[in-house]
Nanobody, 125 residues
Framework: HLVQSGGGLVQPGGSLRLSCTAD????????IGWFRQGPGKAREGVAC?????????RYADSVKGRFTISRDGDKNTVYLQINNPKPEETGRYFC???????????????????WGQGTQVTASS
């Protein structure tokens, strides 16, 4: 299970943090990705973090320098810090993990089989 929290309304220039809490030990074995689905748009990858000691990250070019993905192993939680969001980044944000252990994280949604419930982020003044 992946349980999300956070989200809401954020003004341009503001900040927001999303959380994705997994079952124990999941982060040791599975990458976690964050995805966004805007109104009438396909789901697109925003950021991802690899499993275990690697914990390397990848970002969509559009969010580099503004979004940060991180994790807390003790809390089994992955975070997405959103800074200075753009109005076009409004949408429902999902975290997800693949089925395959230690699969390197990718920003494509294919291969992610377990999804959180999603949380709405609205970037608007």
């Amino acid at each position: 299970h992946l349980v999300q929290s956070g989200g809401g309304l954020v003004q341009p220039g503001g900040s927001l943090r999303l959380s994705c809490t997994a079952d124990e030990l999941v982060l040791n074995y599975y990458a976690i990705g964050w995805f966004r689905q805007g109104p009438g748009k396909a789901r697109e990858g925003v950021a991802c973090i690899n499993s275990g000691r690697d914990a390397s990250t990848r970002y969509a070019d559009s969010v580099k320098g503004r979004f940060t993905i991180s994790r807390d192993g003790d809390k089994n939680t992955v975070y997405l810090q959103i800074n200075n969001p753009k109005p076009e980044e409004t949408g429902r944000y999902f975290c997800a993990r693949p089925t395959i252990r230690n699969r390197p994280c990718v920003l494509g949604a294919n291969g992610y089989n377990f999804w959180g419930q999603g949380t709405q982020v609205t970037a608007s003044s």
